[in-house]
């Protein structure tokens, strides 16, 4: 009885909680996620607005995946209660997702039922809706000639439409999209620009974010504390287009974020040129040319245009011009689906030398980008028509066998729904992957038999993923008894490592397969940084501690690692500094306070 009690009054506590913060939402306030998840995640999904927050903080942060399941979530709980507005503002936010992640086939629909609510109640529209459509409007993702095109207009309105919900922040951080967009425009000379920075002024929370905002859209050119204080993907950018500070990796929140990956491309691209890597160098070109085309800004293509400038040598500006003149435009993409619910477009990459002799066999990379070699040096990356299709070669590359039941590919790959209708998206995208596959010189690899869809094994030699799993499992097992037969392992599995098909930025049944890699390559470097620390070599450990914290920069268990590494070597001052660092970011980025063990780590010390 005296549980049930305690638990009824937890209950009502959980109840209470969640009622004061839905008050404050309503009342104006911009809460934390922290402030959120203090609240259990069960509890938190049954309020819609509570959600709603959730989401607005995951979209700063560059969280998509996350915050897609989350804005899928809230949506359906405000057409349970019939908040047609509340739903636009969810709508609105999805489509600023999904032009984010570069995802056309979820992007359209969303598009233009926003497009027709914006022309016919823009009163009525949060400001979301059109700040979707400016970001839409440069995608060339909204559908028909209109006259609300122009990405200028839909941004200046997008923030009016903030200014008048009574939303200083929102405002400020669609003006900062607004600079990222195109900083070369001079909007800070514009009468509008400077009458919305004085009314943000008198409204705008002087905490460090407002700070950082005013001075950023102020002078665009924000200081190092000042940046630190933006949310995670806006800090990214920041640095990369305004300051052109942004060489380091992005945090791996923004793994998904198109935008922010081309400028990592584009970073990499011109390091590994001053370094003399020409072919390194070409293969992020390749990547920036395949990101521009999911995510167009004239920042993006300014910077694609320096890149590409240097690269001169390798790339005559005449076959680039042949390149980009042969990209479809957005009409015509849609015009190559036979219905709306099959345009489901992925953007090709271009396709290189197809094999000579269509009988040797594929090594295929999946990690850090699709890839297909042989051992005569020819390669090939599919350029195919829908997503989906991309989606099943992955899929059942990751299979046994390279094979799955017919039932299970459908659940897996193409989601809930009409079970003719998903079958009849199998049937569309078996051929598209037919077709792309013949085109690369894999003719009859591809077979569905008695309810089973596969992959001829005679055709592939190679996977990297198999092969970084493979080395990975037997280090495993050898560590208890033999670890340095196991850091030889791991040692020849570490630089295999990348993200899995990084093409396919909101697969849901993926990012399960990522989460359980990043984990591996975590627990590899760990285990490798052991033996070394035990060893005495403090170089190689050091090395790859350092790998460790910038891959889980989040992970408070590799600061502790290194801390301790520190001070048992007697670096007192280094191992403060790495306590610093990490002190930091749990309360700036993290918004969490260290554990004690961590903290006696140097107290004690």
Not at 328 to 339: T, V
Not at 457 to 477: K, P
């Amino acid at each position: 009885m005296g549980q049930r009690n305690d638990s009824g009054r937890q209950k009502d506590a959980w109840v209470n909680k969640l009622l004061s913060l839905e008050q404050a939402i309503l009342d104006g306030q911009n809460l934390s996620a922290d402030e959120l998840r203090v609240i259990p995640a069960e509890v938190r999904k049954r309020s819609p607005l509570l959600l709603q927050a959730e989401c607005e903080d995951g979209l700063l942060q560059g969280r998509l995946i996350e915050t897609k399941h989350l804005l899928e979530t809230a949506l359906k709980g405000f057409a349970a209660q019939a908040n047609e507005s509340a739903m636009l503002a969810m709508m609105g936010m999805l489509g600023l997702l999904y032009e984010q992640v570069g995802d056309r086939n979820e992007s359209v629909p969303i598009v233009t039922l926003l497009l027709q609510e914006w022309q016919r109640t823009p009163e009525a529209c949060s400001g979301f809706v059109p700040w979707a459509l400016a970001r839409a409007s440069a995608n060339r993702g909204l559908p028909g000639a209109t006259d609300f095109q122009d990405p200028e207009t839909l941004f200046r309105h997008a923030a009016e439409q903030f200014g008048n919900e009574g939303k200083p922040l929102w405002t400020a951080f669609v003006m900062l999209d607004r600079l990222l967009y195109d900083p070369s425009a001079a909007a800070y000379g514009r009468p509008e620009w400077r009458t919305r920075l004085q009314w943000l002024n008198r409204h705008l929370d002087k905490d460090n974010l407002g700070v950082a905002l005013i001075a950023t859209l102020t002078t665009g050119h924000p200081s190092v504390k000042e940046v630190a204080s933006l949310p995670e993907r806006y800090a990214y950018l920041v640095k990369a287009i305004l300051l052109k500070t942004g060489y380091e990796k992005p945090a791996y929140s923004l793994a998904c974020d198109n935008e922010s990956q081309f400028f990592t491309s584009a970073a990499e691209a011109e390091r590994l040129l001053e370094e003399g890597d020409d072919t390194g160098a070409k293969a992020e070109y390749e990547t920036m040319q395949r990101l521009k085309k999911l995510v167009s800004t004239p920042a993006i293509n300014r910077r694609f245009d320096d890149i590409a400038a240097m690269l001169d040598r390798l790339f005559p500006k005449e076959s680039r011009d042949s390149e980009e003149s042969g990209d479809p435009s957005a009409e015509e993409e849609a015009g190559q689906a036979d219905n709306s619910h099959l345009v489901d477009m992925f953007i090709p990459r271009p396709a290189s030398v197809p094999m000579n002799n269509p009988d040797d066999k594929w090594r295929i990379k999946l990690m850090g980008g699709i890839r297909f070699s042989t051992t005569d040096g020819s390669y090939a990356e599919p350029a195919w028509k829908r997503r989906r299709a991309g989606e099943l070669l992955v899929y059942l590359l990751l299979q046994p066998g390279y094979k799955a039941n017919r039932e299970q590919i459908i659940d897996r790959v193409f989601g809930e729904g009409d079970t003719s209708k998903r079958s009849n998206q199998l049937y569309v995208t078996l051929h598209d992957l037919r077709h792309t596959l013949k085109e690369m010189g894999m003719t009859d690899t591809v077979y569905a038999k008695r309810g089973v869809i596969g992959l001829e094994e005679h055709t592939i030699e190679q996977i990297d993923v198999e092969t970084y799993v493979a080395l990975s499992r037997v280090g495993d097992q050898l560590w208890m008894d033999d670890r340095e037969a196991a850091c030889r392992l791991y040692d020849e599995a570490l630089p295999l490592y990348g993200q899995l098909a990084t093409e396919l930025p909101s697969a849901e049944w993926l990012e399960r397969l990522r989460e359980q890699l990043l984990d591996r390559q975590t627990n590899m470097l760990k285990r490798i940084a052991i033996y070394y620390s035990e060893l005495q070599d403090d170089v190689r450990a050091e090395q790859r501690l350092n790998e460790w914290i910038a891959l889980r920069p989040e992970q408070e268990e590799a600061y502790e690692t290194m801390i301790r590494h520190c001070l048992d070597k007697g670096h007192r001052a280094e191992a403060i500094n790495w306590f610093k660092r990490l002190e930091r970011i749990s309360k700036e980025e993290l918004g969490v306070e260290l554990l004690e063990k961590t903290k006696r780590l140097i107290w004690q010390s």
